[in-house]
């Protein structure tokens, strides 16, 4: 059973970092393209950042591209997101999701965790 579960969410003040954790299992990590995502209240979910499978490549979101890093450590199972310079628009529910594919541009994901909710006060 495929599990992705986040954590390292909470409240921060605006200029604030946090680092968003995903721990998988019942899957090969190192077969897997890791994104996360985030869902604000009353929008649509989008693509934070997506990271290949080496961890080689990345791609980032035009709005968090020079705040948000997207890194993985396959030996641990466990890809992280370091959000710096938070804003109070990006609250949301921050997820994580795999995809087994060798595009890390890829629209489409196979797993989901529960998500993490990431609260930036101004």
């Known amino acids: 059973q495929v599990q992705l579960v986040e954590s390292g969410g909470g409240l921060v003040q605006a200029g604030g970092s946090l680092r968003l954790s995903c721990a998988a299992s019942?899957?090969?990590?190192?077969?897997?393209?890791m994104g996360w995502f985030r869902q604000a209240p009353g929008k649509e979910r989008e693509r934070v950042a997506a990271?290949?499978?080496?961890?080689?490549?990345?791609t980032y979101g035009d709005s968090v591209k020079g705040r948000f890093t997207i890194f993985r450590d396959n030996a641990k199972n466990t890809v992280y997101l370091q959000l710096n310079v938070l804003k109070p628009e990006h609250t949301a529910v921050y997820y994580c999701?795999?995809?087994?594919?060798?595009?890390?541009?890829?629209?489409?994901?196979?797993?989901w965790g529960q998500g993490t909710q990431v609260t930036v006060s101004s």
């Open positions: 999701a795999a995809a087994w594919t060798t595009n890390h541009n890829t629209q489409k994901y196979d797993y």
């Open positions: 019942g899957l090969t990590l190192p077969t897997y393209v």
């Open positions: 990271i290949s499978r080496s961890g080689g490549s990345t």
